[in-house]
């Protein structure tokens, strides 16, 4: 009677490897030719094609049984995607005390930098942070909360990302391009832009205002811009308690939304079952070039359908190929598995960043992503695991495979590491709050957001080696007693940024 229970509660060698096999070379062609047909027009978010892709992975996750984790009982979760334009004509700035009472025109003195955010008036106390924002701040960060911060210097997204950080009431970077390019700037800032939904909506304002109209302010407040751009270190400098205020207007030219796919096959163990395994894909690509497309897709001759059969049709067509192989098993994993298929990454991990900001089942109980992103082409016989040395994820990788010799497929370390993928795909969303993750990824080529990314050149049988192993890293994570561990120092970096 023992014996039997046993057989009821574990996965037996024979039924993993069935379902294992239920992952075929034949699926996978016909699965990415469905999905990066030239009807799909690339898929760009958003597009109606794009809600058709994610209505057909929804019919199979139906099919197979798998419970809806969208939005009200469904497997469809939509972000909004607002098409939204500065009102230049209301808007201005004002600088007022320590001797300056000054306006600022919209187009002449400044620009808004980005268009996530609000009508509304914008104020605060400026303060001038002159040298390197990468030099240690010895200041209270806190006291720069509702500040208008005047940079010096901003080189790159981590310096600014930091400024954010200190919650300030806006940023204003000195904007030191000559006159034709501010022109350029002008008329780009103007234009109707989609809004960046994986940014929240509010402050900080991000301003360039010209050094010609900042530097007379600056000097009547004590202060030489160019001076304060030298300084080697950091400096937080008051300026008398001169106030910048900002009148801010946009307005939304067109609603619209986009779909993410999210499915859930729940686990067998009473208490294990309440944590989940998330397999990730994005099925967005970059629609088509021309003028309607979306801008990042480059014509080869007379075609421009992008159609992204690698990137990523390869990643949404395995973590479909996944499902399928765990709707098979039984009994069930004893963690439960979250099939998640994003949209939006193409444009800035869109879609990603708001399911990992408005997920459907509690975070903290996710205890790995696995992303799937471009491994149908290049080598044969090695898959590239980006992240493995950053979690023990990276040992229950290599065992898997060592376990597994019938796939010949090698996990090898990141060997880009200068081209920061680890930063580039939707599992950074993941790991930016705390989940342990594994980037699975074949490498660019020479198709890359081209329309030469099409079915026809999908390496199936070596993507369904892939797909096996990838699934039988997430049953082995499924059925462990404990969860998998950061590495501490890769923890204290990439989550808590020390």
């Known amino acids: 009677m023992l014996g039997l229970l046993l057989l009821l509660t574990v996965q037996t060698p024979a039924s993993v490897q069935q379902a294992a096999q239920s992952i ?40 197979l049984g798998l419970r809806p984790a969208g939005d009200r009982n469904d497997y469809l979760q939509r972000y909004t995607l607002d098409r939204v334009q500065v009102v230049a004509e209301s808007s201005v700035a004002m600088v007022h005390g320590g001797g300056v009472d000054a306006t600022l025109t919209y187009g002449t ?59 300030p009431a806006g940023i204003v970077v000195v904007g030191t391009a000559p006159d034709s390019v501010w022109r350029q700037n002008v008329e780009r800032a103007g234009r109707a832009q989609q809004r960046d939904p994986s940014r929240p909506v509010g402050p900080p304002l991000f301003m360039p205002i010209r050094a010609v109209s900042l530097q007379p302010m600056l000097a009547r407040l004590g202060q030489d811009l160019a001076a304060a751009q030298s300084v080697t270190g950091l400096e937080v400098r008051s300026l008398s308690g001169a106030q910048l205020h900002v009148h801010a207007r946009i307005k939304a030219i067109q609603r619209n939304s986009a779909p993410n796919v ?51 049709g390869s990643g949404t067509v395995a973590v479909v190929e996944i499902a399928e192989a765990f709707a098979k098993l039984n009994p069930k994993p004893k963690r439960s598995i979250l099939f998640l298929n994003v949209s939006g990454e193409e444009k800035g991990l869109w879609g990603s960043a708001f399911y990992a900001d408005n997920p459907t089942v509690p975070l903290n109980n996710v205890v790995a992503d696995l992303n799937i992103d471009m491994v149908g082409r290049n080598w044969r016989d090695t898959i590239v695991a980006i992240g493995k040395e950053h979690s023990d994820l990276g040992t229950t990788l290599n065992r898997v495979a060592s376990d597994h010799p019938e796939l010949n497929m090698r996990p090898i370390d990141d060997i880009w590491p200068q081209e920061n993928f680890y930063f580039r795909s939707d599992h950074y969303n993941f790991a930016k709050k705390g989940v342990p993750i594994l980037f699975f990824f ?39 007693p404990q969860r998998p561990k950061w590495n501490p120092d890769s923890y204290k970096r990439i989550v808590s940024g020390q």
């Not at 898929?43 to 809600?51: A, G, M, V």
């Not at 096959?265 to 990730?280: C, N, R, T």
């Not at 994005?282 to 080869?300: E, F, L, N, T, W």
């Not at 026809?456 to 990838?470: G, H, N, P, Q, Y």
Request: contains cysteine.
């Open 262 to 312: 999210v499915a859930i096959l729940p686990g067998s163990d009473p208490k294990l079952k309440d944590e989940y395994v998330v397999f990730s894909a994005h099925m967005d690509h970059v629609g088509i070039a021309g003028p309607r497309g979306s801008g990042g897709c480059r014509a080869q001759g007379a075609d421009s359908i992008c159609n992204g059969a690698d990137d990523d």
């Open 109 to 167: 003195d400044f620009v808004f930098a980005d268009n996530n955010f609000e009508s509304g008036d914008y104020a605060g106390e400026l303060v001038l942070l002159a040298g390197r924002l990468s030099e240690p701040f010895a200041g209270d960060s806190a006291s720069l909360a509702g500040k208008m911060l005047i940079a010096t210097r901003i080189t790159n997204r981590g310096e600014l990302q930091r400024l954010r950080a200190w919650k």
């Open 24 to 63: 075929s070379e034949a699926d996978i062609r016909r699965r990415i030719g469905i999905i990066a047909d030239d009807s799909m027009r690339g898929r760009d978010t958003p597009s109606l094609e794009l809600d058709e892709v994610a209505a057909y992975i929804a019919g199979e996750y139906r099919r």
């Open 442 to 480: 074949s490498g660019t080529h020479e198709d890359y957001h081209r329309p030469g990314d099409e079915p026809a050149k999908i390496d199936a049988e070596k993507e369904a080696r892939v797909a096996r192993l990838i699934f039988y890293l997430g049953l082995e994570i499924a059925n462990a």
